[in-house]
T-cell receptor, first 114, second 113 residues
Framework: DTEVTQTPKHLVMGMTNKKSLKCEQH?????MYWYKQKAKKPPELMFV???????INESVPSRFSPECPNSSLLNLHLHALQPEDSALYLC?????????????FGNGTRLTVT | LAKTTQPISMDSYEGQEVNITCSHN???????ITWYQQFPSQGPRFIIQ???TKVTNEVASLFIPADRKSSTLSLPRVSLSDTAVYYC??????????????FGTGTKLQVIP
């Protein structure tokens, strides 16, 4: 079990669908992250939110749209994805303004785009 | 961000001590060294973090030489359940209050019965 909860665990969607990935943490962390991980590769940073404001967008295509509605929730809205977007999507959180606070990861959403 | 280099894979027998070395030649003064463990279909899990010399916790030790250009994760008496990918990360807290860290390729450790 992790303290970062991601739903759903698995998602299959067509290229014309719109879906959302959800992430929730109740550790009081004010920094939240989205990572994408392809098979046998390391996680790649997509987005970082700090105090509910988008701080980093690693040149992610606009078909991925992040949202941080409050300090506990992080969403990733998906629209018009491509099959190559199939991957494990990981959410993480960390204490903000604490030097070198480790990241706490959820167990991810396994996304398949058909 | 400092780039890290690790062996792609390692094998070890159960009960042995395993040492995984990470090179980070351009580590910055404020950078810490952090190790994560990842099992298949799970998120990475924090193992240990250090800045210099030696750090030990209940699962591992981290050795960092004086020049800090490398670090070694030591896992005592590994078991089959330690089979995982181990990532070495180097980074610093951003002034915006978050950690900008980049994962390297990681080391896949296979523990053999």
């Amino acid at each position: 079990d992790t303290e970062v909860t991601q739903t759903p665990k698995h998602l299959v969607m067509g290229m014309t669908n719109k879906k959302s990935l959800k992430c929730e943490q109740h550790m009081g962390h004010r920094a939240m992250y989205w990572y994408k991980q392809k098979a046998k590769k390391p996680p790649e940073l997509m987005f970082v939110y700090s105090y509910e404001k988008l701080s980093i967008n690693e040149s992610v295509p606009s078909r991925f749209s992040p949202e941080c509605p409050n300090s506990s929730l992080l969403n990733l809205h998906l629209h018009a994805l491509q099959p190559e977007d199939s991957a494990l999507y990981l959410c993480a959180s960390s204490q903000a303004r604490v030097n070198n606070s480790p990241l706490h990861f959820g167990n991810g959403t396994r996304l398949t785009v058909t | 961000l400092a780039k890290t280099t690790q062996p792609i894979s390692m094998d070890s027998y159960e009960g042995q001590e395993v040492n995984i070395t990470c090179s980070h030649n351009n580590i910055a003064t404020n950078d810490y060294i952090t190790w994560y463990q990842q099992f298949p279909s799970q998120g990475p899990r924090f193992i240990i973090q250090g800045y210099k010399t030696k750090v030990t916790n209940e699962v591992a030790s981290l050795f960092i030489p004086a020049d800090r250009k490398s670090s070694t994760l030591s896992l005592p008496r590994v078991s089959l359940s330690d089979t995982a990918v181990y990532y070495c990360l180097v980074g610093d807290s951003h002034s915006g209050g978050y950690q900008k860290v980049t994962f390297g390729t990681g080391t896949k450790l296979q523990v053999i019965p």
